[in-house]
């Protein structure tokens, strides 16, 4: 939604390339996570985020409180990296931290 | 890694019946959650439940209830369909005050007609 916004909303790669997805917070985000959705519509996660930096394999994300934004960046893009990627940002909502996911930035990775 | 269970995969039903779908996870965490991820792929939480508490409800309509026998099943149950509720609904847990990322299972998709 608005609260959380991301870009691309669409992306297309060549394999073996590097890109870059973003994620804006108009909300007081104290944790962001990555997911990524596959064909088959599953929801998997790849990245919990406090403020600072993580890496796994050819991903890395960031996740910027101050300047409330996180960034997922793919490296040497593969044909199974394609699908749609969310970010979810979580903040305090009375008692309880929720999830405000963004509108999610399609992805397809192409030979 | 499947550790959260939905069933059914996919559901057809017609305006004003109910429905009732199921969601176990063997994660053993303390908290589980109701999605709903419409058409444009928009994923808004309508529900989550922490130690067989209600502690979030997004001004989601009547019809939507939840029912969890014990922390580790979250069943969704809607009196009365719509065709706006004609979505996908995803059930997710994780541990509450860890901070934990939250785990998705596959998800249930609802086509009233």
């Known amino acids: ?111 | 890694e499947t550790a959260v269970f939905q069933t059914p995969n996919y559901h057809v039903t017609q305006v004003g019946n109910e429905v009732s779908f199921n969601c176990k996870q063997t994660l053993g965490h303390d908290t589980m959650y109701w999605y709903k991820q419409d058409s444009k792929k928009l994923l808004k939480i309508m529900f989550s439940y922490n130690n067989k508490q209600l502690i979030v409800n997004e001004t989601v309509p009547r019809r939507f209830s939840p029912q969890s026998s014990d922390k580790a099943h979250l069943n969704l149950r809607i009196k009365s369909v719509e065709p706006e509720d004609s979505a996908v609904y995803l059930c997710a847990s994780s541990n509450w005050g860890d901070q934990d990322t939250q785990y998705f299972g596959p998800g249930t998709r609802l086509l009233v007609l």
């Open chain 1, 1 to 111: 939604g608005d609260k959380v916004k991301q870009s691309p909303s669409a992306l297309s790669l060549q394999e073996g390339t590097n890109s870059a997805l973003r994620c804006n917070f108009s909300i007081a985000a104290t944790t962001v996570q990555w997911f990524l959705q596959n064909p088959r519509g599953s929801l998997i996660n790849l990245f919990y985020l406090v403020p600072g930096t993580k890496e796994n394999g050819r991903l890395k994300s960031t996740f910027n409180s101050k300047e409330s934004y996180s960034t997922l960046h793919i490296r040497d893009a593969q044909l199974e990296d394609s699908g749609t990627y969310f970010c979810a940002a979580e903040a305090i909502s009375g008692s309880f931290n929720k999830l405000t996911f963004g509108a999610g930035t399609r992805l397809a990775v192409c030979p």
